[in-house]
Structures are given as structure tokens and as C-alpha cells.
């Protein structure tokens, strides 16, 4: 319209300027700043305990990978600590991908058994 173009159905220009009014509106970032919301009354959480403790048994468990066999610690290594894909495990191992999703499952059963014999 700046431009000098003609607007030839009114009705689809308003709804465009408007949903890109709404998006624009949506996309703006306000940051708030903590002493104001605490000044509101807002108290942030004290924490789940659930998370804590899902934490550190995450924590025993992968040093408990240290007692599986070479062949799993490794997979079990680069997927559930560094968060390697299968395909990716593959390429760093010269594995297929099915054979390396056989050792983290294999590996995994067996750190399960190790996990809950340890917990006792």
C-alpha cells in the first residue's frame, strides 16, 4: 500500500495485517525481572524432591556403568552420557546400528541388575 498497489479484496488485507499484528504482538519478548515479581508476591518453587533424588540415582547409575563389560560400558557411555544417537554410536564403533540398539539393550538389562543388586 506504500507503494501505491491497489487493495482488491479488503477483507483478506485486514486479515493479514492483523494476524501478523497478533504473531508480532506474540513474538515480543518482555522480560520480567525477579524483585518485581517477588514484589507482586511471587514465590518460585522450592523443588521437587522427586527430582533430586531422580538425579542422583541418574548419578549412581551411570557409575555403575563402570561395571558392565567393555563392550556394553562404551555404547552405554556414548548414549546415555553423551547422548550419541544410534547412528552416530554406529559410525564411531564400525557397528551396524542394529547390532549397536542389541549391546545398549543387552547393556541395559544388565545395569539394571547391577543397579538394583547395589540398592539392596
Known sequence: ???????????????????????????KHKPVSLDVLLAKGYEPPAGHPEHHFNTLDGKAAA???????????????????????????SLVTGQSINTTAVQLHRGLEKLKLIYASSSI
Open 1 to 27: 500500500m506504500l507503494k501505491g498497489g491497489k487493495i482488491e479484496l479488503m477483507k483478506a488485507f485486514l486479515y493479514h495485517v492483523l494476524n501478523d499484528l497478533v504473531v508480532d504482538q506474540y513474538r
Open 63 to 89: 557409575l555403575l556403568i563402570q561395571r558392565l563389560p567393555e563392550k556394553y560400558q562404551k555404547v552405554m557411555h556414548m548414549r546415555y552420557i553423551r547422548d550419541f544417537s544410534l547412528k552416530e554410536i
